[in-house]
């Protein structure tokens, strides 16, 4: 028989307010095996723990139930105070009687009743747990980084500087991500190519950094520290190491109407191509959809031209394996499909644009090297109408319920520069909220409309209807003035929502990472880990957890960054000795539980066994590989012999917990 | 049959994944979100964790409804423990159907970690549902029974 001490948690008056905490001490006073039932305002403070540890000591304890907060919060906590005060920390139980009974029951007698219950369950299960003794793995000291935007880049150049290698993938012929595409950067109106580039030169020549672009992800395998990664290596049919990037395939290539991706089609670029002068890597592309030699067999011209010798027609797509101790996604975001707004007329008039379109159009690498000019017909747009939120904070289910965070700002930063390049431009902005929560932002906004004079109106936009003399009639409300507004726009600028990028939702699933309704990744706690992604060993940087801007992606990309190096410094790890075991004597060796583990943690080995008869027999009997298992538990239901069992959640616990609560 | 009993209080068992579901239930808590007091959630590190025997030592003992909550399909932690769930309590619950126990009275939900809301308001849903087609006795093994 075990000797069990309970401990109730008031949580200050979280717990304490719903539940009678010195009536749950008292009923589990009585269950069988415990020897000590108490309750302390604070469980978790210092002298709470201390009170746990004094009791294991005091009444030689040999198993704890703490009904406290939920043990995805303190289980760790209480575990290792157990083994400060000799106990194996595995011999602690945690009652959740916070989230799953105070903070959900109003009723005191019903919510008392319940934490009684939970710690009668909890108690159950101790008494058949046994000591656990964690293994260790090994850690590989090298990172992944998916997504080679600036997330990604300052990840991977902080790991990067702390000594460990890291490889970035990016699935684009070029790293830098949405950020190259910017023109100007708000609050501070730096350009974003100045202050980007160097680090993506950066990224280059670090020798710690390995960057595979047009490359992704395939399949990841194993855990953290010990992570088997299978990259696809796009054919580019450019030899990478040979080629100099001095573009003039891209001259001479005679399929030059291509639309160009990284100018958002608004012109054209070659079928074998650099994505922009300071790509990084600075190798020639060529597009397998377009390009005449790899579809038809004629030209061959870039081969010709190419003083390299870089071209090779005959690249095929190369998959590599590489091992990683930690994985970090930074995949970012992309606007949203404008097909669900026809009232704005997007697919109908070339002079609606999203906001990222018009960032190319004032930047001097764009389409029209920097001059603001109508995409229909080259001439210089009057009158400007910025439409903000088209998709976000939107309940209706064309677009997103979220904020996209950015949109305030960048449409103030479009707004402002637009009046200050041009200042015989008329402006108007249409806003649900004006939202500039941020270091300076409030301030930069407050410019745009003192210092500038942008008309900023509240209200939205109800229809865009182009007309025949190639204006745009916008139809909006203005609520604060209560009317009806007619303008006639030349150019109109949507704010369309962001999205996370389409490749991460396959990725979270190779991941085993999980994500929130809106395919954004969730972190492992959203105050206390928001760069973890709740599967050990991956991490979470820059948009794919939310929507950010600049600063808060790099800050975070740092973080995340740390949180690897603190991972990578370890020389082991240790396992999670919640692990299958076979009963080799129950054992029949029929393979079921192969087929149904998803790590390939069971193997099979032929055993000498005594028989009760003296004699000896061989048989067949399963293994468990303890630092591959982790613990799902699928081979102990497919067992049919009940050899399989797993460790810390065997058969007969669950079956104590399901009679205790069925009691 | 007892159907207008409002005195009447379930007994019930919700077995949660550790990563999502378990985490799903937290989040209810956390944003407060009320469902009955009735439901007493057992965790486990992953839905295939859950063998049909500990359904049917539920329903012996005494339970009145026992729902399992997994990660959706395709976001399970370990990969596919969710897909061997759906398919064993497929056939579990069509074996409770042919022994005479209502098939509301055991229900496979997916709730992610993000989806607190849903977590309470299938519980609420499952209590009431649970609570409508009253004591569960068919299976239930009297000599269990104390007093």
Redesign the interface.
């Known amino acids: 028989m075990q000797r069990i001490g309970v401990f109730i948690c008031h949580c200050g008056t979280n717990i304490a307010a719903t539940v009678d905490v010195k009536a749950v001490a008292e009923a589990l006073k009585h269950e069988p095996g415990v020897v000590f039932s108490t309750d302390y305002p604070y469980m978790c403070s210092e002298a709470g723990q201390n009170i746990v540890k004094d009791a294991i000591r005091d009444y030689h304890l040999s198993g704890v139930v703490i009904c406290s907060c939920?043990?995805?919060m303190h289980e760790a906590t209480f575990r290792k105070a157990a083994a400060v005060a000799g106990l194996n920390p595995y011999m602690v139980e945690i009652a959740?009687i916070?989230?799953?009974?105070s903070?959900?029951?109003?009723?005191i007698p019903?919510?008392t009743?319940?934490a009684i219950?939970?710690g009668k369950?909890a108690i159950a299960k101790v008494h058949l747990n046994a000591p656990l003794y964690a293994g260790e793995s090994p850690v590989v000291k090298r990172a992944l980084v998916i997504g080679g935007g600036i997330a990604g880049i300052q990840t991977a150049l902080d790991i990067a500087d702390a000594g460990f290698p890291v490889d970035i993938v990016e699935t684009k012929p070029t790293i830098g991500g949405k950020m190259t595409q910017l023109d100007k950067t708000f609050p501070t109106l730096d350009c974003a190519a100045c202050i980007l580039t160097p680090k993506m030169v950066d990224c280059a020549q670090n020798e710690n950094i390995k960057i595979y672009s047009y490359s992704e992800v395939t399949d990841v395998k194993g855990f953290v520290g010990n992570f088997t990664v299978t990259i696809k290596r796009k054919a580019r049919y450019v030899d990478e190491t040979k080629c100099t990037g001095c573009g003039i395939c891209t001259e001479k290539c005679p399929m030059k109407k291509v639309p160009n991706e990284f100018n958002l089609g608004m012109n054209n670029r070659s079928a074998v191509y650099i994505p922009f002068a300071q790509a990084v890597p600075k190798v020639a592309t060529i597009d397998p959809e377009h390009c005449n030699m790899l579809k038809k067999g004629k030209c061959g011209l870039c081969a010709k031209v190419c003083t390299a010798g870089a071209i090779d027609y005959k690249q095929k797509d190369e998959f590599i394996e590489e091992q990683y101790g930690a994985i970090v996604v930074a995949t970012g975001y992309n606007p949203i499909n404008l097909d669900k707004f026809d009232e704005f007329a997007y697919s109908q008039s070339k002079d609606v644009i999203t906001s990222l379109e018009f960032e190319r159009l004032t930047n001097a690498a764009g389409p029209t090297s920097g001059t603001l000019l109508r995409p229909s017909d080259g001439k210089h747009p009057h009158t400007i109408v910025f439409v903000q939120c088209v998709g976000s904070r939107d309940t209706s289910g064309c677009g997103k319920e979220y904020c996209s965070k950015i949109c305030c700002m960048y449409t103030a930063k479009h707004a402002m520069l637009t009046r200050e390049k041009y200042p015989d431009t008329d402006v108007y902005v249409f806003y649900i909220d004006v939202r500039t929560p941020g270091k300076s932002f409030d301030e930069f906004y407050r410019r745009a409309v003192e210092q500038y004079g942008v008309h900023y109106i509240k209200g939205m936009v109800g229809k865009i209807v182009p007309q025949a003399d190639g204006t745009l009639a916008v139809q909006a409300s203005d609520l604060l003035d209560n009317k009806q507004l007619h303008i006639n726009a030349d150019l109109v600028v949507l704010a369309a929502a962001i999205e996370p990028d389409k490749s991460a939702r396959p990725l979270?699933?190779m991941l085993?990472a999980?994500?929130?309704?809106n395919d954004f990744f969730?972190e492992a706690h959203p105050k206390l880990r928001p760069v973890e992604s709740?599967?050990a060993g991956v991490f979470l940087s820059g948009t794919c957890q939310g929507p950010k801007d600049i600063p808060e992606t790099v800050s975070q990309a740092g973080a995340a960054a740390s949180k690897v190096i603190g991972l990578l410094c370890k020389d082991k790890l240790t396992c999670n000795p919640?692990v299958a075991h076979s009963d080799e004597w129950m054992c029949n060796g029929c393979s079921a539980c192969e087929k149904?583990c998803?790590y390939g943690a069971i193997t099979y080995e032929d055993k000498e066994f005594r028989m009760p008869d003296r004699t000896t027999a061989i048989r067949r009997v399963a293994i468990v590989n303890e630092a591959v298992c982790?613990?799902?538990?699928?081979c102990?239901?497919?067992c049919p012999s009940g050899a399989m069992d797993?460790k810390g959640?065997s058969?007969s616990q669950?079956?104590a917990?399901?009679?205790a609560?069925?009691? | 049959m007892q159907v207008n009993n409002s005195e009447f209080k379930p007994?019930i068992?919700a077995f949660c994944c550790n990563?999502?579901s378990?985490?799903g239930?937290?989040l209810?808590?956390?944003n407060?979100?009320?469902?009955p007091?009735d439901v007493?959630?057992?965790?486990?590190?992953?839905s295939?964790?859950?063998?049909?025997?500990?359904i049917l030592?539920?329903f012996q003992?005494?339970?009145d409804g026992v729902i399992l909550c997994g990660?959706h399909p395709?976001?399970?932690?370990?990969?596919?423990?969710n897909y061997?769930t759906r398919r064993?309590m497929t056939l579990l619950f069509s074996m409770l159907d042919y022994l005479g126990i209502e098939k509301e009275r055991t229900r496979v939900e997916w709730v992610?970690?993000?989806?607190g809301a849903k977590f309470?308001a299938t519980m609420n849903d499952f209590v009431e549902t649970v609570t409508k087609l009253g004591e569960n006795k068919r299976l239930e093994d009297l000599r269990c029974k104390?007093k």
């Open positions: 939920s043990p995805r959740n916070r989230e799953q009974c903070w959900i029951h109003k009723d019903q919510a009743e319940k219950t939970l369950a979270a699933t085993t999980s994500m929130d309704t969730t709740p599967t919640c149904v998803p982790q613990g799902c538990g699928a102990t239901v497919a797993l959640f058969n669950i079956m917990e399901v009679d609560i069925c009691k | 007994k068992v990563w999502c378990y985490a239930a937290d209810a808590g956390t407060r979100l009320n469902y007091a007493k959630i057992i965790r486990v590190p992953c295939c964790r859950v063998n049909p025997m500990f030592r539920a003992r005494g339970a990660c395709g976001d399970c932690h370990y990969t596919t423990g061997y064993r992610s970690a993000a989806e309470a104390e």
